[in-house]
């Protein structure tokens, strides 16, 4: 199953496919912010860039799932869904799916890896061995 843009988040998109993983950077707060939206949810600020991420972070949250839930997932059972707090900014955080080859585990650092998938490039994340 692949995530549709919208209005909001086609350039994360459109950044994800060039393999590049970016947030919105508020102009009037400077604070970064994920998922894409059109206010700051900090200081309700309109203006923002997008500016590229480290790609790193650390493992927050994850939860296995063993039960096909949408048939776009059967081929995937089971599959480990991740919240990472991103190494760019405290608090900031993104989800995707764990690399079947990393066992999770509170504070792992992790980094980014790109899957492209039909029209689509997903993240996932793994543990991160530098
Ligand atoms: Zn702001």
Request: glycine share 10%; with cysteine; proline share 20%.
């Given at each position: 199953m692949i995530p549709h843009a919208d209005a909001d988040s086609r350039a994360f998109w459109d950044r994800l496919e060039r393999h590049e993983l970016c947030a919105q950077r508020c102009d009037d707060c400077g604070l970064l912010r994920f998922p894409?939206?059109?206010?700051?949810?900090?200081?309700?600020?309109e203006q923002a860039d997008w500016e590229a991420l480290s790609g790193r972070g650390v493992l927050r949250s994850w939860t296995v799932t063993h039960r096909v839930a949408h048939p776009g997932f059967a081929d995937r059972v089971p599959y480990v869904s991740v919240l990472v707090e991103l190494a760019d900014q405290p608090g900031l955080l993104l989800y995707g799916l764990l690399d079947p080859r990393t066992e999770p585990a509170g504070q792992l650092p992790v980094r980014v890896e790109f899957v492209d998938e039909g029209d689509r490039t997903t993240v996932r994340w793994r543990k991160d061995v530098r």
């Open positions: 894409a939206a059109p206010l700051c949810p900090w200081c309700r600020g």
